[in-house]
């Protein structure tokens, strides 16, 4: 962050250089006029004459600011401010002028010309009035103007940074509502089995452990890669190998070219975790579930097809896992994404998701 005298600093620099545009303008104007008129012999006067009416009116810029942000003319009691600024404009007109003249008459002589005679100051005063008048004016509008765009920038911005909170916290509480549902649903599996199979549950508390690890890590970003998917539904699939045994066949087919695509976190395993349930039918001799990636028409699409019993369907519709996974993917990335269902190849039910491709 800048320093406070590097900011003023900067603010001088950059009113000299606004007084020496205007300066050089209106001397421009003056002096294609000498031109005209065949009398531009001496340019330097002019020239004198004009730089030290701008920077003069610099000089007093701050002033009029001030003014301007102190006493509004917005908002409730604008009307007493009025006479504020009729007084603003007087006292910018009388200071103007002396120091207007006392910058000519510095360097006027040191240039080799003869001093500036205004004539009688009061007189001087008075024929500038309009013009300072209207110098004031133009000052404190632009003043209004500009502050009130900034306000309405910084309400925007500062709207913007609520809405983006607010999205990153109803992304966090789906994330964390999804990570207990997880929990629950491998626990609800090892109680199925620590009964009938202690052996076959035992070792699929020590793999649930190995997958904790390394799913619930501190880091609370919303989005991670593909690949790092692909990563824990392996975890999680080993320990599902160890429920179904041979039963299970699951086929995962993600090109290494998408594997640095960027994808919600905790994505696949829902999706896998929902075809598992609809294929695990006790009359079904095999559970068996395809996940593949693709690029398509420039976003990513990924599709889990499970091999169920017709009429199962209802699970895809009521599973919490989907339901949160939907709503994140509507959240991260708007309404032209999300899942849909279907049936697939082979009267398979299929589920597809749709995301933009982004690559880490």
Same mark, same amino acid.
């Given at each position: 962050?800048?320093?406070? #005298?590097? =900011?003023?600093?900067?603010?001088?620099?950059?009113?000299?250089?606004?007084?020496?545009?205007?300066?050089?303008?209106?001397?421009?104007?003056?002096?294609?006029?000498?031109?005209?008129?065949?009398?531009? !012999?001496?340019?330097?006067?002019?020239?004198? %004459?004009?730089?030290?009416?701008?920077?003069?009116?610099?000089?007093?810029?701050? @002033?009029?600011?001030?003014?301007?942000? =102190?006493?509004?003319?917005?908002?409730? @009691?604008? *009307?007493?401010?009025? &006479?504020? $600024?009729?007084?603003g404009a007087a006292l910018f007109g009388a200071l103007h002028t002396l120091i207007m003249l006392g910058l000519r008459n510095l360097v006027l002589p040191a240039v080799g010309l003869d001093p500036w005679d205004p004539g009688p100051l009061l007189a001087r005063y008075a024929r500038g009035l309009p013009i300072h008048l209207i110098a004031y004016t133009i000052a404190l509008a632009t003043t209004q103007i500009f502050d009130r765009y900034r306000a309405?920038?910084?309400?925007?911005?500062?709207?913007?940074?609520?809405?983006?909170?607010?999205?990153?916290?109803?992304?966090? #509480?789906?994330?964390?509502?999804?990570?207990? $549902?997880? +929990?629950?649903?491998?626990?609800?599996?090892?109680?199925?089995?620590?009964?009938?199979?202690? %052996?076959?549950?035992?070792?699929?508390?020590?793999?649930? /452990?190995?997958?904790?690890? $390394?799913?619930?890590?501190?880091?609370?970003? &919303?989005?991670?890669?593909?690949?790092?998917? *692909?990563?824990?539904?392996?975890?999680?699939?080993?320990?599902?190998?160890?429920?179904?045994?041979?039963?299970?066949?699951?086929?995962?087919?993600?090109?290494?070219?998408? =594997?640095?695509?960027?994808?919600?976190?905790? +994505?696949?395993?829902?999706?896998?975790?929902? #075809?598992?349930?609809?294929?695990?039918?006790?009359?079904?001799?095999?559970?068996?579930?395809?996940?593949?990636?693709?690029?398509?028409?420039?976003?990513?699409?990924? =599709?889990?097809?499970? $091999? @169920?019993?017709?009429? !199962?369907?209802?699970?895809?519709?009521?599973?919490?896992?989907? !339901?949160?996974?939907?709503?994140?993917?509507?959240?991260?990335?708007?309404?032209?994404?999300?899942? /849909?269902?279907?049936?697939? !190849?082979?009267?398979? /039910?299929?589920?597809?998701?749709?995301? &933009?491709?982004? %690559?880490?």
């Amino acid at each position: 962050m800048a320093s406070p #005298a590097w =900011r003023r600093g900067r603010a001088a620099l950059q009113l000299f250089a606004l007084g020496t545009a205007i300066g050089l303008l209106l001397f421009a104007q003056q002096y294609l006029d000498d031109l005209t008129s065949g009398d531009a !012999s001496n340019w330097l006067r002019p020239l004198v %004459k004009e730089l030290s009416g701008s920077y003069a009116a610099m000089l007093l810029l701050p @002033g009029i600011i001030w003014a301007g942000r =102190r006493f509004p003319l917005a908002g409730r @009691g604008w *009307v007493l401010h009025v &006479p504020v $600024h009729l007084f603003g404009a007087a006292l910018f007109g009388a200071l103007h002028t002396l120091i207007m003249l006392g910058l000519r008459n510095l360097v006027l002589p040191a240039v080799g010309l003869d001093p500036w005679d205004p004539g009688p100051l009061l007189a001087r005063y008075a024929r500038g009035l309009p013009i300072h008048l209207i110098a004031y004016t133009i000052a404190l509008a632009t003043t209004q103007i500009f502050d009130r765009y900034r306000a309405a920038r910084d309400r925007q911005l500062e709207a913007a940074e609520l809405r983006t909170r607010l999205t990153e916290a109803q992304l966090l #509480a789906l994330q964390r509502q999804l990570e207990p $549902h997880f +929990l629950s649903s491998t626990l609800k599996t090892i109680s199925e089995l620590i009964y009938s199979k202690p %052996k076959a549950a035992d070792e699929m508390i020590g793999r649930l /452990s190995a997958l904790l690890k $390394h799913a619930f890590q501190p880091q609370r970003e &919303p989005e991670t890669t593909l690949g790092e998917e *692909v990563r824990l539904l392996d975890l999680y699939l080993d320990l599902m190998r160890v429920r179904f045994a041979e039963r299970l066949f699951v086929r995962v087919d993600v090109p290494a070219e998408l =594997r640095g695509a960027r994808v919600p976190r905790l +994505l696949l395993q829902p999706l896998v975790d929902n #075809a598992l349930r609809h294929a695990a039918d006790p009359t079904m001799t095999l559970v068996s579930v395809q996940v593949d990636a693709r690029e398509d028409n420039g976003q990513l699409l990924i =599709r889990v097809r499970d $091999h @169920g019993p017709p009429g !199962s369907g209802d699970t895809h519709r009521e599973d919490v896992g989907l !339901s949160n996974t939907e709503e994140r993917i509507q959240r991260l990335y708007g309404s032209d994404y999300g899942m /849909s269902r279907g049936r697939g !190849s082979e009267d398979s /039910s299929e589920l597809r998701v749709r995301l &933009p491709l982004k %690559k880490a």
